[in-house]
């Protein structure tokens, strides 16, 4: 909607302070926008795309040469630039993907879902071509499932659940919402995590990997106590492990997001 690819049908919204529903165009002109599924043609070269954007956006031919040139450089494509883009890895279609949306220089970007599907190496450099975005001054609205990028990239973020904004703020405003967190203690032996059942009735233990979880407050003094009631001849690990914001969705929805479901059935299929 605030795209305008899509109608509002009630409320009010600006956009780079244009009414999205009076001046859509003056909308449009004002912003990128990289979707979760690349824009490119495959039949272009990677010159051939940005070129396509530059005239599209009306710029002039020595300004279209010399920003798809820029544009290339700093997404390290320059050496591909001429291959056709069908040759490309995923990971150097989704850049060449957000190159073109930064041809005609918006300062108000559109991310959505940029890293799906892609493997660790290639989401962390786009993770790093967006903060120098940001940096440089551009604002970007990001959606992802990943809620590991979002505490990575985002300055303010917005929980939504069935089309609905459950929770708004920063991550460490957000984290505060889900109370303490736990302490994950590995024993020695079985005689070790059956004592230690019995000395913290409220944790939860696994038998099979002589673990202990006990709920922790957050608090020091509670983890300094906690520390105090344990033979350090029966403990070979400890960790203690704080809210991250999966904790907080599945805390604000009752349910995980569906990055971790795939992530869960993946590793289940393993």
């Not at 990128?32 to 690349?38: L, M, N, P």
């Not at 795309?49 to 820029?70: F, K």
């Not at 969705?249 to 992530?263: K, Q």
């Amino acid at each position: 909607m605030l795209a305008r690819f899509d109608l509002t049908d009630a409320g009010e919204a600006r956009v780079a302070g244009f009414d999205v529903r009076r001046e859509s165009d003056a909308v449009r002109r004002s912003i990128g926008v990289t979707g979760q599924f690349s824009a490119l043609d495959e039949l272009l070269t990677g010159r051939e795309n940005l070129r396509l954007m530059a005239d599209l956006g009306h710029l002039r031919a020595a300004e279209a040469t010399s920003r798809v040139a820029e544009l290339l450089a700093r997404f390290d494509l320059t050496d591909a630039a001429d291959r056709r883009a069908a040759t490309y890895s995923g990971g150097m279609k989704r850049r060449l993907d957000l190159a073109m949306t930064l041809v005609s220089s918006p300062r108000l970007i559109f991310l959505d879902e940029p890293t799906t599907g892609l493997d660790p190496r290639s989401r962390r450099e786009l993770w790093q071509i967006v903060r120098e975005l940001v940096a440089d001054g551009v604002t970007i609205l990001l959606t992802t499932q990943y809620l590991e990028e979002a505490d990575q990239l985002a300055d303010r973020i917005g929980v939504l659940d069935g089309g609905t904004l459950v929770a708004e703020g920063t991550p460490a405003e957000l984290k505060r919402l889900v109370p303490g967190g736990r302490v994950e203690i590995t024993f020695t032996s079985w005689e070790g995590l059956s004592a230690a059942m019995a000395t913290f009735p409220g944790a939860t233990a696994d038998e099979e990997s002589l673990t202990l979880s006990v709920p922790h407050d957050g608090e020091l003094s509670s983890l300094q106590s906690l520390v105090g009631r344990l033979d350090d001849d029966a403990v070979t690990g400890f960790e203690v492990h704080t809210p991250d914001l999966d904790d907080v969705f599945l805390a604000l929805t009752g349910h995980p997001t569906h990055a971790s479901e795939h992530h869960e059935t993946e590793e289940a299929a393993r």
